[in-house]
């Protein structure tokens, strides 16, 4: 992991002298991962393409801007952030996010296909603000501090919006069995 | 310690430092219900894990991949026949000043300065990307408000048809009633007619 920082950073300062090459590397190497957390958000596989692409995008027109390069994975899901909220505002002008609703079926003795249908219905009950802060710390395995830093907001906002988050998650995905379910 | 959730969690995700992640090992071990909450958390962690990361269905085509694409010249100085065309043009240099320097004329010469003789790296032109950067950017802002308009007008077309649907609908009930309500007419009429 320190490895792959070091080399992160090594990429970051030669992009920064426009070598476009290095910063070629950069996207082969995050791709994965900001595609992954913008499918989550929007839940469309070209939407996600769009938004991915215009992340890095914007990444390499700002890279000069990017203070420390260690911090180059919160700084980049920050514009992916602002990128996945821009999308939002433009699909719901009316309204501040969207907050789906879904009715999440029971879970037990279940194949994988159909857990991951469950869990998809499950995340899809969270508002957006809650889905991101799951996939920021559950799926891409940020910090707190990281991910305050991606989402501007304070590190208590970031847990709140988490651990509110888990207690919807829970009762959908793991729910307790003296209340009659397996 | 206290049975609070937000330690219990805290400690869930590694966030604590070793000292006070130990402490709440400690209890964990003795209270049943901090365990039985962390033993949901992992079970639904372990179901959110179920969904599995996805490639992107294709590779993420950034804007120096068309601007460093090799012109015509360089792909064909870089094909097979360069060496046929180098060979070919000192072959004819070699004639040329054989022909004009008939007297053999030893002419010391200088060294050659290997270190001085380098591959001109590949130039970058920055400008050349940062404009096709902005060109790509303008390009997609451009799209999504093309996608703006597209959904909007979706959806206007979407409410016309339904509010046509809703129309034809109404028409058709309102012909049902009138022919139920004529038939009805005729009915009380016939029913009226008898002694």
Redesign the interface.
Same mark, same amino acid.
């Given at each position: 992991m320190i490895f792959r920082e070091v080399e992160d950073g090594d990429l970051i300062a030669r992009a920064r002298r /426009?070598? $476009?090459?290095a910063? %070629?590397l950069l996207?082969?190497r995050w791709?994965? !991962?900001v *595609? %992954?957390y913008l499918? !989550?958000l929007v839940r469309g596989?070209e939407d996600a393409?769009?938004l991915? &692409?215009?992340v890095? #995008?914007?990444a390499? &027109?700002n890279l000069g801007k990017l203070e420390d390069d260690q911090r180059f994975g919160p700084w980049l899901f920050r514009i992916a952030h602002n990128e996945a909220y821009? *999308?939002f505002r433009? !699909?719901h002008p009316e309204d501040e996010l969207p907050a789906e609703a879904a009715a999440a079926p029971s !879970?037990y003795h279940m194949y994988?296909a159909e #857990?991951?249908v469950?869990?998809?219905g499950? @995340?899809s009950r969270l508002t957006a603000d809650q889905r991101e802060a $799951?996939i920021l710390?559950?799926?891409e395995g940020f /910090?707190?501090e990281e991910i305050a830093e991606a989402l501007e907001c304070p590190v208590s906002t970031v847990?709140s919006r @988490?651990?509110t988050a #888990?207690d919807v998650? /829970?009762e959908a995905?793991?729910p307790?069995p003296s209340r009659g379910v397996q | 310690m206290s049975c609070s959730p937000f330690d219990l969690k805290d400690y869930f995700f590694g966030e604590l430092a070793e000292a006070e992640s130990a402490r709440v090992r400690t209890h964990v071990e003795s209270c049943p219900t901090c365990a039985e909450e962390l033993d949901r958390l992992r079970l639904t962690e372990g179901a959110l894990h179920s969904l599995r990361q996805e490639d992107p269905p294709r590779r993420i085509a950034f804007v120096s991949d068309r601007v460093f694409e090799p012109r015509w010249w360089q792909v064909w100085w870089n094909s097979a026949p360069r060496l046929g065309f180098a060979s070919a043009t000192l072959l004819a240099i070699a004639i040329v000043v054989h022909s004009f320097a008939r007297p053999v004329v030893m002419v010391p010469v200088p060294p050659i300065q290997t270190a001085a003789v380098q591959v001109p790296a590949r130039a970058v032109d920055a400008s050349r990307v940062d404009e096709a950067v902005r060109a790509a950017v303008s390009a997609s802002e451009a799209r999504q408000a093309k996608k703006t308009v597209e959904m909007v007008e979706a959806a206007r077309r979407d409410i016309e048809f339904q509010r046509r649907a809703d129309r034809v609908q109404f028409e058709e009930t309102l012909m049902l009633l009138q022919k139920r309500y004529n038939g009805l007419l005729v009915a009380s009429a016939d029913y009226g007619g008898r002694p």
């Open positions: /426009k070598d $476009v090459e910063f %070629n996207v082969s791709e994965k !991962r *595609f %992954n499918l !989550r596989r393409l769009d991915s &692409q215009d890095f #995008l914007k390499y &027109q821009s *999308f433009g !699909r !879970r994988p #857990l991951s469950v869990v998809e499950a @995340l $799951v710390k559950v799926y /910090k707190f847990k @988490l651990y #888990l998650l /829970k995905l793991a307790i | -």
